[in-house]
Structure formats: structure tokens, C-alpha cells
């Protein structure tokens, strides 16, 4: 009686990973046409107003719309990053990132204005996690990925030559795993029945008692 939200979840990877190597592919070298950005301006207009309140009262919703997220893009601007995906993030500057602890992430992020940017992760501290810092790319329409693993210490990305502006936070979700991670336990099966080893510590009483 599960629900098959499992293969949903696989499905869905694979299809966004093979979208992400076709836009890799078209990226590099290739004409200047960027077929990941469609302009759908009904779109738009289907959104809700902007409640930044209603957002900020709606955890248990955010968390829900990270649970399926593996990959985020970002635009690079001086001012701000700007997200672009997840929807959730869609159009806010420095959006905060919902992850995790233990799924893989990409960040792909695109420079937008041809300003020395790049991308790095950091603790509350301000201390870069784990080498996770991209190299300087000032090149306008170039795009970079940082893959990394979420853990409990991230707490804000930033564009180190822009800190003062390119910086947002990064949320770790509490048990945001429970029911569809990559749990590989099927429960159920309570096979551990029998194997009543004998501990077979027979006492050697009183060896030493010479008398
Ligand atoms: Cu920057």
C-alpha cells in the first residue's frame, strides 16, 4: 500500500539531469541561444501577488516544495543573485536555499552582467565549507556548477567579490528526508527469529583454590 512516490521521485531525476547535460552541451561553444529561457509572460500573470507574510508563516509548505529539489539556478548580478529555479525562489533576490542534510546539490548559476563573480558555501562563521568555492568567472552569459553534499553546518552562499550583496542564506531542513529519502529499508520483514546462539560460557569454578 505505498504510494509510488518513490518512482516519481527517480523519474523525475533523470529527466532533469538529462535536461541539465543538454544545456550544458548547448552552453558550451555553441550559437547564443539560450533555449532554457522561455518568456512566457501568461505565466506570470497566473502567479499570486507577491505576500512575502503568507511565505514566511508557510515553513511546512517551503519545506514540502524543497523536498524534491536537487538542482538550483541562480543568475549572477553585482546587486544580487536572483533566482531562477526552483519556482519557489523564481524571481526574489538572494533567495534562501532549503536543503537537506546528506542529498547532493547542484548550483548552476549564470553570469548576468559580465562582473567578476564566483560562488562559495559557508558556515555561520563565514568560513568556506569544504573547498566549496568556484573560481572567478567574469564573463557575461558563462555559467558554472557547484556540486556539494548538504550538511547541517551551511549557512549562507556568496559571491566572494560581492559579499556585501550576493549573499543569501541557506536553511537546513529538519528532517526533511522523513518518508522519502533513499531509504533502502523495506520494513517489515522480521526474519531475525532462531538463531538462539548458546553463549556457552560454562564456569570453570574454582580453579585456583589450592588449599
Ligand atoms: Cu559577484
Request: proline content about 4%.
Given at each position: 500500500m505505498?504510494?509510488?512516490?518513490?518512482?516519481?521521485?527517480?523519474?523525475?531525476?533523470?529527466?532533469?539531469?538529462?535536461?541539465?547535460?543538454?544545456?550544458?552541451?548547448?552552453?558550451?561553444?555553441?550559437?547564443?541561444?539560450?533555449?532554457?529561457?522561455?518568456?512566457?509572460?501568461e505565466e506570470e500573470e497566473e502567479e499570486p501577488g507577491d505576500d512575502p507574510e503568507d511565505e514566511e508563516e508557510?515553513?511546512?509548505?517551503?519545506?514540502?516544495?524543497?523536498?524534491?529539489?536537487?538542482?538550483?539556478v541562480l543568475d549572477g548580478y553585482t546587486e544580487a543573485w536572483e533566482g531562477v529555479e526552483p519556482e519557489p525562489i523564481a524571481g526574489e533576490e538572494n533567495p534562501t536555499l532549503v536543503l537537506t542534510p546528506g542529498e547532493e546539490?547542484?548550483?548552476?548559476?549564470?553570469?548576468?552582467?559580465?562582473?567578476?563573480?564566483?560562488?562559495?558555501?559557508?558556515?555561520?562563521?563565514?568560513?568556506?565549507?569544504?573547498?566549496?568555492?568556484?573560481?572567478?568567472?567574469?564573463?557575461?552569459?558563462?555559467?558554472?556548477?557547484?556540486?556539494?553534499e548538504a550538511t547541517d553546518e551551511m549557512a549562507e552562499y556568496v559571491c566572494e567579490p560581492h559579499e556585501g550583496t550576493m549573499l543569501g542564506e541557506i536553511e537546513i531542513a529538519e528532517n526533511g528526508a522523513e518518508g522519502e529519502a533513499d531509504e533502502e529499508e523495506e520494513a517489515?520483514?522480521?526474519?531475525?527469529?532462531?538463531?538462539?546462539?548458546?553463549?556457552?560460557?560454562?564456569?570453570?569454578?574454582?580453579?585456583?583454590?589450592?588449599?
Open positions: 505505498r504510494p509510488p512516490k518513490r518512482l516519481d521521485r527517480r523519474s523525475l531525476l533523470k529527466v532533469t539531469g538529462a535536461a541539465g547535460l543538454a544545456a550544458l552541451v548547448a552552453g558550451c561553444g555553441g550559437p547564443d541561444e539560450e533555449p532554457e529561457e522561455v518568456d512566457d509572460p508557510n515553513g511546512d509548505a517551503d519545506a514540502e516544495a524543497w523536498a524534491d529539489v536537487d538542482e538550483i546539490y547542484t548550483i548552476t548559476w549564470e553570469n548576468a552582467d559580465g562582473q567578476g563573480h564566483n560562488i562559495a558555501i559557508r558556515d555561520a562563521d563565514g568560513q568556506v565549507i569544504d573547498d566549496y568555492a568556484t573560481d572567478i568567472m567574469d564573463e557575461e552569459g558563462e555559467t558554472q556548477d557547484l556540486e556539494f517489515g520483514d522480521e526474519e531475525e527469529a532462531g538463531d538462539e546462539e548458546e553463549a556457552g560460557d560454562e564456569e570453570e569454578a574454582g580453579g585456583d583454590d589450592d588449599v
